[in-house]
């Protein structure tokens, strides 16, 4: 069973520092995994998508690799801002046994940029 | 604007009472999911709809039935409504290609009391 893990589970930094998020997959025979935001009650919004096939996207100042070998992906916020204060969360999509493409989401970084 | 809708956004039912949570997406995607999310459990999926007319259950079906009512459309129903199904409920969309991400709507927070 894939189990997705996100550590820290909450993160406060100060405006301006670069910053790192964490998410670790215990199997690695995964199609993509995507990032999400999610701003308090609110939906999910989608920032990166990578394919197993590569290492990393980019978009404006975030930045995410994957290393699918050893089941880690890292979301990089360069320069953050009280903007950027959410939760962010991991997801993997994989085949499972009955032909459906699975997707298990970690249980998410709740960051806080103080200004 | 294209995406994912859902209705109503917030719910608060009697044990016992039923409703039924709506979602539509205006993407022509075949696959639809319903989620929900808790604190410190992070989102269960529920039920799927690979396409129009098929739906599967997910990881925590119990106490849920779904429609696919059309490519666009598909709903979710509490028969029977306990407080264990307080949460926030989220549908999602995407393409059959992993190529794609999911599109995600903005949720529906229930409470039953």
């Known amino acids: ?115 | 604007n294209a995406g994912v809708t859902q209705t109503p956004k917030f719910q608060v039912l009697k044990t016992g009472q039923s409703m039924t949570l709506q979602c539509a997406q205006d993407m022509n995607h075949n696959s639809m999911y319903w989620y929900r999310q808790d604190p410190g459990m992070g989102l269960r999926l529920i039920y799927y709809s690979a396409s129009e007319g098929t739906t599967d259950k997910g990881e925590v079906p119990n106490g849920y039935n779904v429609s696919r009512l059309n490519k666009r459309e598909f709903s979710l129903r509490l028969e029977s409504a306990a407080p264990s199904q307080t949460s926030v409920y989220f549908c999602a969309s995407g393409r059959d290609s992993h190529l794609y991400g999911y599109t995600f709507g903005s949720g529906t927070r229930l409470t039953v009391v």
């Open chain 1, 1 to 115: 069973k894939q189990e997705v893990t996100q550590i820290p589970a909450a993160l406060s930094v100060p405006e301006g520092e670069n910053l790192v998020l964490n998410c670790s997959f215990t199997d690695s025979a995964i199609y993509n995994l995507q990032w999400f935001r999610q701003d308090p009650g609110k939906g999910l919004t989608s920032l990166l998508l990578i394919q197993s096939s590569q290492r990393e996207q980019t978009s404006g100042r975030l930045n995410a690799s994957l290393d699918k070998s050893s089941g880690r992906s890292t979301l990089y916020i360069a320069a953050s801002q009280p903007g950027d204060s959410a939760t962010y969360l991991c997801a993997v999509r994989i085949m499972n046994s009955g032909g459906y493409q699975k997707v298990t989401f970690g249980t998410g970084t709740k960051l806080q940029v103080i200004p």
